[in-house]
């Protein structure tokens, strides 16, 4: 287990004082990035190959949420190696230890040029993996429809990551973005699947269709071509 402790800011908080979901994402990969160096298999190292990490899915399920200023710690640790795919998993814990949120996903490693998956980027070497009580399956694939437009969003700069792509945790600030303020009043989130298309670049419109009902198909196109697809869960608070 590889784990550090955050403090929620002001900026990361939404209405009702709990840490977004994309700035804790954020922290999360964070936490991966230090993880992936101290295990020499970091950003750096996959680009003396010319190679990059990619997220493929996300599943993320929700107890609560941190609040403004509330102390909380993220751990990770990387699961068991299938074929091509690196799966990686996240628990977030309020400073007593008590479990806020688990994640699991799945990453790739790519081609920074042409964005094709590279099938053996370590060659014969055998990473060490753990596990955990906490641990969520493997993210699975989204495959319902999502049949009615809801909105129209552009990109911007400031979403671009060093990949040069929008980065993977603004995807669920679009996702959660379709509902407003009074819709959070009474709903909140308590687990959302999330599945990596194509990757998003900058300058785009996204296209938001959703399936509207519980759970919530929110589909992501671009062009006419799938960017992403998510299912979310809701519950009333």
């Known amino acids: 287990m590889f784990e550090s402790k955050f403090v929620v800011r002001p900026d990361e908080v939404d209405a009702f004082d709990e840490i977004k979901l994309s700035k804790l994402l954020w922290n999360m ?14 950003r750096d190292e996959l680009m003396k190959e010319n190679n990059i990490w990619v997220v493929v899915r996300t599943d993320i399920k929700i107890n609560r949420l941190p609040k403004l200023k509330e102390k909380y710690i993220i751990s990770t640790h990387p699961g068991e190696t ?17 479990l806020l949120a688990t994640v699991s996903s799945t990453w790739v490693v790519v081609n920074f040029d042409t964005r094709r998956i590279i099938l053996h980027p370590f060659k014969n070497t055998t ?6 009580p906490s641990d969520l399956e493997m993210p699975s694939k989204v495959n319902e ?5 809801i909105s129209k969003r552009d990109t911007e700069e400031s979403e671009l990551d060093i990949n040069i792509h929008i980065n993977n945790t603004k995807y669920f600030d679009y996702v959660l ?7 959070y009043k009474e709903n909140k989130v308590s687990r959302i699947l999330l599945n990596y298309e194509k990757e998003i670049t900058h300058p785009n419109t996204i296209e938001l269709y959703s399936s509207k009902n519980n759970p919530e198909v929110v589909i992501g196109k671009v062009n006419d071509n799938v960017s992403f697809l998510s299912k979310v869960e809701f519950v009333k608070r």
């Open 127 to 132: 990473f060490p993996f753990e596990s955990d």
């Open 82 to 98: 299938k074929g091509f795919m690196f799966p990686r998993y996240f628990q977030v814990y309020d400073k007593h230890r008590n």
């Open 29 to 42: 990969q964070i936490v991966a990035t230090d993880h992936a160096n101290k295990l020499k298999i970091g």
């Open 145 to 149: 429809e999502a049949p009615y437009l």
């Open 177 to 183: 973005g379709i509902h407003d303020e009074e819709f």
